[in-house]
């Protein structure tokens, strides 16, 4: 049953393999004859649906990775260029981050969803959300973040005695 299954696997993964190229294909050809301005919108969210729906498929997190990012990038290149177009180059920078953040957040939700959670995702999602909302708020809210950034090296100070620690303790024990 396990050879079987491995089998079903491989053919169900090499199908959609098959599939995607062939969707992209398409998708670049479809370029080639049309205006740029007009396809070029759509380069990004579909290859963030592509693997998106590739990841989800074949239940692998890794390909879900991609499609997460492009789906940020897309989101905040939208963004910036349409409905924030007006604002200031710092807010639009905020709105892109938070945009690339909620890509982030997004590996997070789909690896939920085919039981494979990664939560590392939220790692870099959570700083570009804080420093995006920082730039979005930009007054008192801008300076606070920037002075708490000059701090950072306490971290790092603080992770080493962390590891020190660690390692006396079992050399006591």
Known sequence: MNNTTSLTTARRNQLL????????????????????????AYILPGLAVIFLAWGLLTRNPGLLVPGGILSGIALGAYLVSGPFNDMADQTQGGYFLLAFAAGWALITVLSLLIGQRQMWPLIPGGIMLVIGGALVAGGNALELFLSLLRLWPLALIAGGLLNLWKVFRRNAA
């Open 17 to 40: 393999g098959g599939l995607m190229m062939i969707g992209l294909g398409f998708v670049f050809l479809a370029a080639q004859f049309t205006e740029m301005e007009t396809i070029g």
